[in-house]
């Protein structure tokens, strides 16, 4: 196959663009603590990933490995085929991160100027604050800017080198409903000109509602990988209700892919991963009708996936909100 | 929604020269420290005000040094020269403290800067606060119209001042890596007047009790005191004054390295 970039360049030897990045088998310990046990993780440029798990999952180690800001123990990590250092000193890579980050004694335009300089110039700091809309505070200390006005800022510096990848850890931390809601939207429609978008998030709402593919991660390990509309499948499965007179469980349990079945008078419930099957077998071999099909919610699919038991996974829900 | 297949241009991308390493950061730079009211006036303004007050005394312009090379104004203005470059430098390298405090470090590395660029940064920083603390005090020497020597001495002890002030740059960049930003300004003070106390800066260390002297001149202020002082008394130099910068020089520079690998190793 071969693909040709926007400039008309042809790709790499064998043909295929590296991906933006590719982790294998990594591993990383702190002290005892397996923080990251074994991933693999491919993304492929353009697509929005979001890496969703508890706290404590691995998921700003993972990150920080990518950016180059800590090393694996074990494994191997390319971001667009070469070291995280040297995706970094291109400017193919950029992030945001939840706090800091930031000069309290230099005022945001010294601070995009400053972050400009490093990436080799060439911009019009007034222009990317306008891009960012903070040029209103261009003047003012960062050290007197309020959180939102700070992680604009942030945004803006992340975008200065114009990355192919744009990494985001716990990006929306602190903010409101509606200073998420427009954070969102400007990387949405950021997204659009192909950038690939990685972000880590413990609020499921967000990885459900902005990315293309959801990364699970529970201590450390992927335990799921797949859009909001998969991994719900597979965690939960899909409800199968219908009216079908005189069900006998017994007969319900010959259904291929059922995980359980409850029959409450006239309405069968069929609890199945594989809920296409399932309708297809009671539409076509029973005299089942009025067949309705219900995803359950991220979040239970969330605590299905990351917790040790609903219990210990409750108690993650509730730290979370 | 299907994503489309996008290949990014990667092959055109370069890495800025120099490591990242430019001029508007080294702008930048001076203009934060020179903000931090506090630094200017401990590194700038108080030395000038010693001198005000110490180095004008009536008989010190008449009390010549150095067979006639100049006289103890000029001998004091050089030692709070001193003082003032090295609490500048020292400043300037202990900046990494609040750097590292506020996450702008860890911002940096995910930047084309690399380490070595960002210390050379921090270190030029240093070194313009330190020439503008020994230009100040000189300017107020010469103005005064106490300290004598000839042009030759001003220029040759200003520059050996400032350039010296660079040992003590490795200092600040050793202590901001190893303290916590909160106290490290305030106790820099502490630990300068110490040192310029041992130093001989405020006090020549003959007037000190034999035991305290024979500890004084172990200290890192000491030899380079002495070293800038060499072309006004025209006495020559003592190799133990040179062991002594070139110990402390080693010493600050590998904690510091070593401190600076640690803080890049974290996380």
Known sequence: MTQTSASGTTRSANGAAPPAVDLTGLHKYFGHVHAVDGVDLQLSSGEIVAILGPNGAGKTSTIDIILGLSQPDAGRVKVFGMEPRQAISRGLVSAVMQVGGLLRDLTVAETVEYTASLFGGGKDTRQVLRQAGIDNIADRRVGRCSGGEQQRLRFALALLPNPELLVLDEPTTGMDVEGRRGFWAAIRKDAENGRTVLFATHYLEEADAYADRIVLLRRGQVVADGTSAEIKAMAAGRTVRATLPGASEALLKAVPGADSVEVRGETVLVHSSDSDAVARYLLTQTAAKDLEITARGIEDAFIALTGDDAESGAATMGAVQ | ?267
């Open chain 2, 1 to 267: 929604m299907t994503t489309p297949t996008i290949v990014p241009d990667i092959s055109s991308r370069r890495a800025p020269g120099l490591g990242g390493f430019n001029l508007t950061v080294l702008k930048l730079e001076v203009r934060r420290l020179t903000r931090n009211r506090r630094t200017v006036i401990i590194a700038i303004v108080v030395p000038v005000a010693f001198f005000l007050l110490f180095g004008l005394n009536q008989t010190y312009d008449k009390q010549s040094v150095g067979h006639g090379n100049g006289n103890v104004s000029a001998f004091v203005m050089i030692s709070l020269a001193l003082y003032g470059a090295v609490l500048s430098t020292t400043f300037g390298g202990a900046m990494v403290s609040i750097e590292r405090a506020q996450g702008w470090s860890r911002q940096l590395r995910l930047t084309p800067l690399t380490p070595v660029a960002y210390i050379v940064i921090k270190v030029l920083t240093a070194l313009v606060l330190g020439a503008t603390s020994v230009a100040a005090v000189y300017i107020v020497g010469a103005a005064t119209n106490k300290a004598s020597m000839s042009v030759g001495l001003w220029i040759g002890t200003g520059f050996s001042v400032w350039i010296g002030s660079l040992l003590f740059a490795a200092f600040g960049l050793f202590l901001g890596y190893l303290l916590p930003a909160e106290n490290v300004m305030q106790l820099i003070g502490l630990i300068l007047a110490l040192l310029s106390f041992a130093g001989g800066l405020f006090i020549p260390v003959s007037q000190y009790a034999q035991a305290v002297q024979d500890v004084a001149k172990w200290t890192p202020l000491y030899g380079l005191n002495q070293l800038v002082h060499t072309p006004l008394l025209g006495n020559g130099v003592d190799w133990t004054w040179v062991v002594n910068v070139l110990a402390w020089l080693v010493i600050f520079t590998t904690g510091a390295i070593w401190r600076f690998r640690k803080d890049t190793a974290q996380v």
